[in-house]
């Protein structure tokens, strides 16, 4: 199917990044191009920006998508930044003058009111009352986020559950390599280096699961205000931020991905794509019923679930993983079928694509833009 048949879909972000980007060559019916403010976390290679375009602000959103004539609009969700509300404003104002449908995802899943405080939070959910309902549709990737829009009187009718923008897993890249697993018991961090991320509860864990385990070590990927702190400790391993296309290796050499996040006031996991990548790659996970990871994670299935802050039975459990060939086998394969049956890329977008699709029947005729 060429270009001039298919409907062009623009994806609205402030800020790309590899992983929720390179999945897009998945869409074969839907030409879509990524609309997209800055790039700093510096993982996008030259073949990566195919099919994307630069804009500066919200006002050269605007004129962006003058040229570019799109059939249907991901605008951006209102509640992930000042960016993204401000460019929800262009994609609203381009719909109310060109009748041009759009929808957005949700994954905020704190209250209004608990992230932007009491008078900012009222506003907020005003306007998201009003974009919600001139939305087509409304993507919703996790419980609190369909929370959020049943507070603002938006009908179920209206909400889709479904994975986007954060598709899942590539197999070619996230997969299982035994041949590179570390012979010495090695626990991995990937993420924020940061309190709410659980660094202080992996850290007095590994003090503690060591006294049984002497030889266990701790690698931590990612970057944050605790790096200098955690790079003290003789058992860790700081390795420092990975493209996102070099990471794969790291899941596959560790024996545990550790992800104990703890929720705040104004933040929650929202999907937690560490440990879907961790299991993709048969690395087992222990992680908390925080926020919308138990959405994402079954426990006991393809990890262990614990709760948040709780030190000693992190190290109980990660000292039960690491002494339990057996266990942490069968944790691994199940995972791996896990990941494949939810979490693949080109599945989601399929899925996604006929999503789209039916969106336009009543509005792309298939001419030549």
Same mark, same amino acid.
């Given at each position: 199917?060429?270009?001039?048949?298919k409907?062009t879909?623009? %994806?609205?972000?402030?800020?790309?990044r590899?992983d929720?980007?390179?999945a897009?060559v998945?869409?074969l019916?839907?030409?879509?191009?990524?609309?997209?403010r800055?790039?700093r976390?510096?993982?996008?290679?030259?073949?990566d920006?195919?099919?994307?375009?630069?804009?500066?602000?919200?006002?050269?959103?605007?004129?962006?998508?003058?040229?570019?004539?799109?059939?249907?609009?991901?605008?951006?969700?209102?509640?992930?930044?000042?960016?993204?509300?401000?460019?929800?404003?262009a994609?609203?104002?381009?719909y109310?003058?060109y009748?041009?449908?759009?929808?957005?995802?949700m994954? +905020?899943?704190?209250?209004?009111?608990?992230k932007?405080?009491?008078?900012?939070?009222?506003f907020?959910k005003?306007?998201?009352? *009003?974009?919600a309902?001139?939305?087509?549709?409304?993507?919703?990737?996790n *419980?609190g986020?369909?929370?959020?829009?049943?507070?603002?009187?938006?009908?179920?009718?209206?909400? *889709?559950?479904m994975?986007?923008g954060?598709?899942? %897993?590539d +197999?070619?890249?996230f997969?299982?390599?035994?041949?590179?697993k570390?012979?010495?018991?090695?626990?991995?961090?990937?993420?924020?280096v940061?309190?709410?991320?659980?660094?202080?509860? %992996?850290?007095?864990?590994?003090?503690l699961a060591r006294?049984?385990?002497p030889?266990?070590?701790?690698?931590?990927?990612?970057?944050?205000?605790?790096?200098?702190k955690?790079?003290?400790?003789?058992?860790?391993e700081?390795?420092?931020?990975?493209?996102?296309?070099?990471?794969?290796?790291?899941?596959?050499?560790?024996?545990?991905?550790?992800?104990p996040? %703890?929720?705040t006031?104004?933040w929650?996991?929202?999907?937690?794509?560490?440990?879907i990548?961790?299991?993709?790659?048969?690395?087992p996970?222990?992680?908390?019923?925080?926020g919308?990871?138990?959405?994402?994670i079954?426990?006991?299935k393809?990890?262990?679930?614990i709760?948040?802050g709780d030190?000693?039975?992190?190290?109980k459990?990660?000292?039960?993983?690491?002494?339990?060939d057996?266990?942490r086998?069968k944790?691994?394969?199940?995972?791996?079928e896990y990941?494949?049956?939810?979490?693949?890329?080109c599945?989601n977008i399929?899925?996604g694509?006929?999503?789209?699709?039916?969106?336009?029947?009543?509005?792309?005729?298939g001419?030549n833009?």
């Open positions: 199917m060429s270009d001039i048949k409907p879909m623009i %994806i609205v972000s402030d800020d790309i590899r929720s980007h390179a897009l998945y869409f019916k839907v030409k879509v191009i990524h609309l997209y800055l790039a976390y510096g993982d996008m290679t030259k073949e920006f195919k099919n994307t375009v630069q804009y500066k602000n919200s006002f050269d959103l605007y004129n962006k998508l003058i040229e570019l004539k799109p059939d249907i609009i991901q605008g951006p969700e209102p509640y992930a930044s000042r960016a993204a509300f401000f460019n929800s404003l994609v609203l104002k381009y109310q003058k009748k041009i449908p759009f929808f957005f995802p994954f +905020e899943n704190v209250t209004a009111e608990n932007f405080g009491k008078i900012l939070g009222k907020m005003w306007y998201l009352s *009003k974009y309902k001139a939305a087509k549709t409304i993507i919703v990737l *419980k986020a369909q929370m959020n829009l049943r507070q603002v009187h938006i009908k179920s009718e209206k909400i *889709k559950p994975i986007w954060t598709w899942g %897993i +197999e070619k890249e997969y299982p390599n035994k041949k590179i570390l012979k010495n018991p090695t626990l991995l961090f990937v993420g924020r940061e309190a709410q991320k659980g660094i202080y509860t %992996i850290i007095r864990a590994l003090r006294q049984n385990i030889n266990l070590k701790l690698k931590v990927v990612g970057f944050g205000s605790l790096v200098e955690i790079s003290n400790e003789p058992s860790v700081y390795v420092g931020l990975v493209k996102n296309k070099n990471i794969p290796k790291y899941y596959q050499q560790a024996w545990i991905t550790v992800s996040s %703890i929720a006031k104004i929650a996991e929202q999907v937690g794509m560490v440990n990548q961790s299991i993709a790659c048969g690395t996970i222990i992680s908390t019923y925080s919308a990871i138990p959405q994402y079954p426990d006991k393809v990890g262990i679930l709760k948040e030190y000693k039975i992190l190290a459990n990660i000292e039960k993983l690491i002494l339990n057996k266990l086998e944790l691994s394969n199940q995972g791996v990941a494949k049956k939810h979490y693949l890329v599945d399929k899925k694509e006929e999503f789209v699709l039916e969106l336009l029947k009543d509005n792309y005729v001419k833009r």
